[in-house]
């Protein structure tokens, strides 16, 4: 048996299907099951693909609810007046094209949990219906003249910072408490890097046997230039790359230049043990500043031109950014 079917054997699931057994990650763990014995509304902060719809997976599966549905709703992409009838549902005739009753939502989820994805969205008439139901437990819905009594566990999800959102008047407080009985922060992947390996092998695991191709092994060059990288798009960016590579590797094993450019600008130079670093050729090479830009631009790239997140990412002040950027 090879060294990687050993390392493929250890790598199971180490909670409901997440991967990470970094200090962080267990403590999360360790946090996702209490609250999920306790019950009550619970908020999941943390920046786009770090997981958090995973964590609400496991909340509901460590929950005594875990026989009942589990119901995600993305509240971004849905027009409030469909919103509402997705929701609370409609009684038939209720407006026109409703010929139909329909439930809704929080009707389905009833013994389950409710998954408010990207609550910090919502719409502020949306906000004032929702808080009443989080009151009432009960749902009327439109068009209905009879109040619904259901018993749902609401987890809402966000990678904004909702404390700003309620400060910038964007948010309504009484809102943001009631949906925060119990906050969970899930961390961004550059907070456990010590994870990444076995993500990184999950995922070759995973693509590998989608396209019905052996598991490939993973260099030790290949891994350190993973290590090096602070992945803005959190485990979502280190999935799409390792699927990247495990589509268009060549040989046995994932190799540096299986991986994006951008990788290799942000661990330029790091000699990786045991491997010796071609001779320099000083021509082709580009300059720190050169490559700084071209990795400042991609981070900001990836969070969709975010100023202050990307400050944030790069471990920099926002002016410092934009001095980067020439601005
Ligand atoms: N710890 C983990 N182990 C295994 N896979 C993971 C882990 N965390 C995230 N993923 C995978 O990464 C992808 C992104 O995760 P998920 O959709 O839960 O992120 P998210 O925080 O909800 O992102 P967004 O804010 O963009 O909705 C999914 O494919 C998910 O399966
Ligand atoms: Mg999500």
């Not at 209490?34 to 997976?57: D, F, H, M, Y």
């Not at 009960?138 to 987890?155: C, F, I, K, S, W």
């Not at 942000?266 to 990795?295: D, E, K």
Request: charge should be neutral; include cysteine.
């Amino acid at each position: 048996m090879s060294d990687l079917d050993l390392v493929v054997q250890e790598v199971t699931e180490d909670f409901h299907g997440m991967i990470g057994r970094s200090t962080v990650m267990v403590a999360l763990y360790e946090q996702v099951r209490r609250i999920a014995r306790a019950g009550g509304a619970v908020l999941i902060c943390g920046e786009s693909g770090v997981g958090k719809e995973l964590v609400t997976q496991a909340l509901h599966a460590e929950s005594d609810r875990c026989g009942g549905p589990l119901i995600p709703v993305n509240c971004a992409g849905i027009p409030s007046e469909l919103l509402e009838s997705e929701l609370f549902g409609h009684a038939s005739g209720a407006f026109t094209g409703a010929q139909h009753a329909r439930r809704g939502l929080f009707v389905e989820a009833h013994g389950g949990t409710l998954l408010l994805d990207e609550i910090a969205e919502l719409a502020p008439e949306m906000q004032a219906k929702l808080l009443r139901v989080l009151q009432d437990g009960q749902v009327r819905p439109l068009g209905a003249n009879l109040e619904r009594r259901v018993d749902v566990r609401v987890a809402a999800a966000t990678n904004r910072d909702l404390e700003r959102e309620v400060a910038r008047g964007r948010l309504r407080e009484d809102l943001f408490f009631r949906l925060a009985t119990f906050k969970v922060r899930v961390p961004p992947l550059r907070e456990r890097g010590e994870d990444v390996r076995r993500l990184a092998l999950h995922f070759i695991r995973r693509f590998s046997a989608e396209i019905g191709r052996e598991p490939l092994d993973l260099s030790d060059a290949a891994l350190s230039l993973l290590s090096g990288y602070p992945f803005p798009g959190n485990v979502r960016e280190l999935a799409n790359l390792i699927e990247r590579a495990v589509t268009f590797c060549c040989g046995g094993r994932i190799v540096p230049s299986d991986l994006p450019e951008t990788l290799h600008a942000c661990g330029a130079g790091i000699p990786v043990s045991g491997v010796r670093a071609r001779p320099p050729r000083a021509a082709s090479m580009p300059t720190l500043r050169q490559v700084q830009l071209r990795y400042v631009r991609y981070v900001l790239d990836q969070l969709d031109g975010n100023k202050r997140r990307a400050a944030e990412v790069l471990g920099i002040g926002r002016r410092t950014l934009y001095r980067y950027l020439g601005e």
